[in-house]
């Protein structure tokens, strides 16, 4: 099984418009060294789509290690140059992760846990 096939199995992203201007790219599965170029190239496509908004559903990710994490800063930096208002959902996981590194507060994140943090 090659790598390609191997991240295929392991992560996958979908984009749709759900309304114009705005993308929504859904991820589910494994966000690590083998399925972060799949993820950045569906995030380059919907960056390089210049939507007003960027909505990215991670809450089907089940595990993110620290290639994630540069990958969404990296996503975080292209949308602020491109004028790009980029939204989080995330996962427990993907959350974890973005507060062990210290960068969660660099991010707009909605979603049930950022609500239960609000009250």
């Known amino acids: 099984m090659s790598a390609l096939d191997l991240s295929a199995l392991l992560l996958t ?6 309304r114009p201007g705005t993308l929504r790219v859904t991820v589910t599965g494994e ?16 960056v390089a789509a210049a939507p007003r908004r960027l909505v990215l559903d991670l809450l089907g990710v089940g595990f993110c290690g620290v290639t994630g ?7 975080r930096a292209r949308c602020a140059d491109a004028g790009i208002d980029l939204v989080l ?14 960068v969660a507060p660099l991010f707009r994140l ?4 950022e609500q239960l943090l609000a009250r």
């Open 110 to 113: 909605e979603g049930r846990q």
């Open 31 to 46: 966000i690590d060294m083998a399925t972060r170029p799949r993820l950045d190239e569906e995030l380059d496509r919907a």
């Open 89 to 102: 959902k995330p996962s427990a996981v993907v959350r974890r992760a973005l507060d062990l590194a210290a």
């Open 13 to 18: 992203a979908t984009t749709a418009e759900p």
């Open 69 to 75: 994490v540069a990958s969404l800063g990296r996503l």
